[in-house]
């Protein structure tokens, strides 16, 4: 029995060569920010460990009851909190997370050798979450190796350094859980899933393949308890490095923008479109003199690959896109009316976040429809805020299919079994020739946004 566990325990991977040889190129990252007056609570970690993201996708922990929190009387006060970087380069380039450096007035890196650095902020991107840094007067300074994320295989052993609860150069190791992981807080990046154990103060870290090289950003964690579960979230190092070279060259990020809202497509959404099987990103909107509008594609159109890469999920195709070059052109596989077409579309620049919001409806007279809907004619001036050239608006919603379907009170109606719905009568209409038993699509304007829903007469 002993032999056999002294087999099993020899064909394990042997982490201390690697970590050796890496540690050097790892920092610990801290920094002081003046508080304003008041009272405030300080931590010793980064601020959005715990205020920036949802609940179940929290970084690292707590709140204002953590043990690990420090309450702050008077002002002004310096808060001071802590995480890790890598050096990318001889010259003193650093890549951390921008949470662990955002609203710092001071930042120092601290070196494997117990050297202290000054730091600048070269730029940020928050839509990833990457700081770039740059050490000052840093001379022999140690570099890392840069792998390549794409070429990761779910199963493959994987190595995190960094400075969990200000434990400097902590080792790690755990397996890839899964790839390409789109999470609620950032639609263009495909997170390395990983069972890694990340806490407080790994974030910006580098993950290491067992070549030595780096492949991910340690950068989130998935808890309900506010500390490690055995999941946790990594950026992948070909988009961390592309943000890097854009910041490091022109000081902002640009990435491919294509102007559709898109949604997953389920089993009843197949079945309604005609597919034998759930895939693609189907486009729910499309925006208004957006590169999408340009090249011909229409809400209902299911995206099935994009440039020869076929989309499996829906959240496939925005990191795909947003890795495209502004200007270049792509080409869309789509599903439309049951046929395949291709449109080839010239990707355009991301702009700032926005948002859209539909004002409220002037009461019309209503008219009763079957599926337990009751209608009535969209207002002109709804159509212009939403600009949309028809639909009817759902003003009460009985018992029936349409509330099955998750159809509500003010949706606006604007497609029925990829009928265009323009007007009460031709809603009316196409409710007529609905097939019984079979699951049709709804496309539905909520709240300034289009959604496809599944109904089944």
């Keep these: 029995m002993l032999g056999v566990q002294s087999a099993a325990a020899r064909s394990l991977p042997d982490f201390t060569e690697l970590v050796e040889e890496n540690s050097g190129a790892v920092?610990?990252?801290?920094?002081?920010?003046?508080m304003q007056s008041g009272t405030r609570y300080g931590l010793p970690f980064s601020q959005r460990d715990f205020e920036q993201l949802p609940e179940f996708f929290q970084d690292f922990f707590g709140g204002p009851n953590s043990p690990f929190h420090r309450r702050q009387p008077g002002a002004?006060?310096?808060?001071?909190?802590?995480?890790?970087?890598?050096?990318?380069?001889?010259?003193?380039?650093?890549?951390?997370?921008?949470?662990?450096?955002e609203g710092a007035d001071e930042i120092v890196v601290r070196l494997s050798d117990r050297r202290e650095l000054m730091a600048t902020l070269v730029g940020t991107d928050p839509r990833s979450d990457l700081a770039v840094l740059k050490i000052e007067n840093g001379d022999d300074l140690p570099v890392v190796k840069v792998g390549r994320s794409s070429e990761l295989k779910t199963g493959e052993w994987v190595l995190a350094i960094g400075s969990p609860f200000g434990f400097d150069y902590t080792a790690t190791a755990g397996i890839v859980s899964a790839l390409g992981r789109s999470l609620p807080s950032e639609n263009y990046v495909p997170f390395i899933q990983t069972d890694v154990a990340i806490n407080p103060g790994n974030s910006g870290g580098p993950l290491f393949n067992l070549d030595g090289e780096v492949v991910g950003i340690n950068s989130q964690i998935y808890t309900r308890s506010g500390g490690f579960m055995g999941v946790s979230f990594a950026i992948p190092i070909d988009d961390a490095m592309n943000v890097f070279r854009q910041i490091r060259d022109h000081g902002i990020v640009s990435r491919g923008w294509l102007g559709v809202l898109i949604q997953e497509v389920n089993r009843d959404l197949a079945e309604s479109f005609g597919l034998r099987r759930p895939r693609g990103a189907l486009v729910a909107e499309v925006m208004t003199n957006s590169p999408a509008e340009?090249?011909?594609?229409?809400?209902?159109?299911?995206?099935?690959?994009?440039?020869?890469?076929?989309?499996?999920?829906?959240?496939?195709?925005?990191?795909?896109?947003?890795?495209?070059?502004?200007?270049?052109?792509?080409?869309?596989?789509?599903?439309?009316?049951?046929?395949?077409i291709e449109l080839p579309v010239v990707i355009g620049e991301l702009p700032d976040e926005g948002s859209q919001q539909a004002q409220q409806a002037t009461p019309q007279e209503s008219?009763?429809?079957?599926?337990?809907?009751?209608?009535?004619?969209?207002?002109?001036?709804?159509?212009?805020?939403?600009?949309?050239?028809?639909?009817?608006?759902?003003?009460?919603?009985?018992?029936?299919?349409?509330?099955?379907?998750?159809?509500?009170?003010?949706?606006?109606?604007?497609?029925?079994?990829?009928?265009?719905?323009?007007?009460?009568?031709?809603?009316?209409?196409?409710?007529?020739?609905?097939?019984?038993?079979?699951?049709?699509?709804?496309?539905?304007?909520?709240?300034?946004?289009?959604?496809?829903?599944?109904?089944?007469?």
Aim: proline share 6%; no cysteine; glycine share 12%.
């Design 367 to 457: 008219t009763t429809a079957p599926l337990g809907l009751v209608v009535e004619p969209l207002p002109a001036k709804l159509k212009d805020t939403l600009g949309i050239d028809g639909g009817v608006l759902v003003t009460n919603v009985g018992r029936g299919a349409a509330l099955n379907a998750g159809i509500r009170p003010k949706d606006i109606i604007t497609e029925l079994d990829r009928k265009p719905i323009r007007s009460v009568s031709e809603f009316m209409a196409a409710v007529r020739a609905l097939p019984e038993g079979k699951a049709v699509s709804v496309r539905v304007i909520r709240q300034g946004r289009a959604t496809y829903l599944v109904m089944k007469p």
């Design 76 to 101: 002004p006060q310096e808060r001071h909190s802590m995480g890790s970087g890598f050096i990318v380069s001889a010259d003193g380039y650093v890549l951390t997370n921008n949470h662990v450096i």
């Design 27 to 34: 920092v610990n990252i801290s920094t002081t920010q003046t």
């Design 294 to 340: 340009e090249a011909g594609l229409k809400a209902g159109d299911i995206v099935l690959a994009y440039d020869g890469e076929e989309i499996s999920l829906s959240s496939d195709l925005p990191p795909k896109v947003g890795r495209t070059p502004v200007g270049e052109t792509a080409t869309l596989e789509v599903l439309r009316g049951g046929d395949r």
